[in-house]
């Protein structure tokens, strides 16, 4: 069964441009064409152009080779050159019966190349087949263009639900500590300043491409996920944690990680997002030196996305008001820091934080806690002690 996409009703309403400088032959290709086709007409080249470059393009030109001006040769270049003109196709309707004309008509980008003069059945059957041709290729090349526009839709919603997804177990995890929503915000960017700031470094460069620069702004809201398995007798208490408690908090670390971990098993495949995120909840805590938790590691056995975040969530935690604390000026954070040089914190990282704080500061103010906030985070603290 035939398409009906192609059928010859199709077809027939198709308009053919015929350029040709000499009326007669204008004449006689429009009475041949015209009961099957919309016929229009050109005596130049550069008429031919101004057509085919309309809003009404012809799905055909039948082009005569030897004209004034530009001559067939130049029209049929200048066509295929131009992205709105170049899936027309073009016959050339000529006298000129030598091979090397042929060859150069077809080398100019010619679908067909008919000598005069025509036969006029072999003339209709040609048209009609690279009419033919040219539906079935507008509509693969217009269903192409819809599959990917579907495509990059349904690629967009697929990273919108995974970022509301990321954000809204990151803020269920900040309900229950002392920071708020605008911690995870302003770690974000702290841990992006960072990575670009490190992007040309060689030490890090490899790891600071685009790619994983966006996946570590997307994955660091889950850097204490594991703070929701924390009892609140623990995770909300209004002082120092004595030693057994502080061994409990640890175990958020490896809480979130295991968390995560099981999320992307369920998935049965590794997942980009996920793997940094796992990284970075599990050894955000590690400290330069080797003195940090869980698992003691030192140097560069950190990951780079975790001793990112380890700077930007100590600098954090340093400025930001607490139910149980006052802030730190950002003076008086940026000099800490700058102390847990080589000890807290990779050398290299707190040199481009040093080149950044400013950046940092106004990160913090830009996403800077109201009290409203941490009036509402003392109510919830008194309530669940």
């Known amino acids: 069964m035939s398409d009906p996409m192609f059928s010859d009703a199709t077809i027939d309403k198709a308009t053919v441009l015929v350029v040709d400088d000499t009326p ?6 429009s009475e041949l064409l015209k009961e099957r086709y919309r016929v229009k007409v050109a005596t130049d080249g550069e008429k031919a152009l101004r057509i085919a470059r309309s809003a009404q393009a012809p799905d055909l ?50 679908t067909d190349y008919i000598t005069k003069p025509v036969s006029p059945p072999i003339l209709l059957a040609r048209v009609k087949t690279h009419l ?21 839709k349904r690629t967009r919603e697929i990273v919108a639900i995974q970022d509301a997804t990321v954000l809204a177990l990151a803020s269920l995890a900040e309900t229950r500590d002392a920071d708020t929503g ?12 960072l990575a670009e700031h490190l992007r040309t470094h060689p ?45 409990i908090m640890k175990t958020h670390t490896t809480l979130g990680f295991n968390a995560i971990e099981q999320a992307e098993q369920a998935l049965s495949t590794e997942v980009a997002i996920l793997s940094m995120a796992k990284q970075i909840a599990l050894s955000h805590q590690e400290k330069w030196d080797g003195t940090g938790y869980p698992q003691g590691l030192a140097g560069d056995a950190i990951p780079v996305a975790a001793r990112l975040m380890a700077l930007a969530d100590v600098y954090d935690a340093l400025i930001c008001r607490r139910v149980y604390k006052e802030p730190m000026s950002h003076e008086q954070a940026v000099e800490i820091i700058l102390q847990g040089c080589g000890k807290h914190f990779d050398p290299d990282i707190v040199a481009a934080f040093a080149q950044t704080k400013e950046q940092f500061r106004r990160i913090a103010t830009r996403y800077s806690d109201s009290d409203a906030d941490l009036d509402k985070l003392s109510a919830y603290t008194a309530i669940a002690l």
């Open 24 to 29: 007669d032959n204008l004449a006689l290709m």
């Open 132 to 152: 033919a041709l040219k539906a079935s290729a507008d509509f693969l090349r217009d269903k192409a263009a819809f599959l990917e526009s579907e495509t990059l």
């Open 182 to 193: 605008n911690h995870i915000r302003r770690t974000q960017h702290y841990v992006k300043i």
């Open 203 to 247: 030490r890090f460069a490899a790891f600071c491409t685009d790619y994983n620069i966006m996946l570590l702004f997307k994955s660091a809201p889950l850097h204490d996920i594991g703070k929701v398995g924390i009892p609140d007798r623990i995770l909300l208490k209004p002082g120092k944690l004595d030693p057994h408690e502080f061994e």
């Open 61 to 110: 030109i039948l082009l005569d080779v030897m004209m004034p001006g530009m001559d067939g040769y130049a029209v049929c270049t200048a066509l295929k050159s131009a992205p709105e003109t170049r899936d027309i196709p073009v016959i050339f309707l000529t006298a000129k019966s030598q091979v090397e004309d042929e060859q150069r008509g077809l080398e100019c980008g010619a």
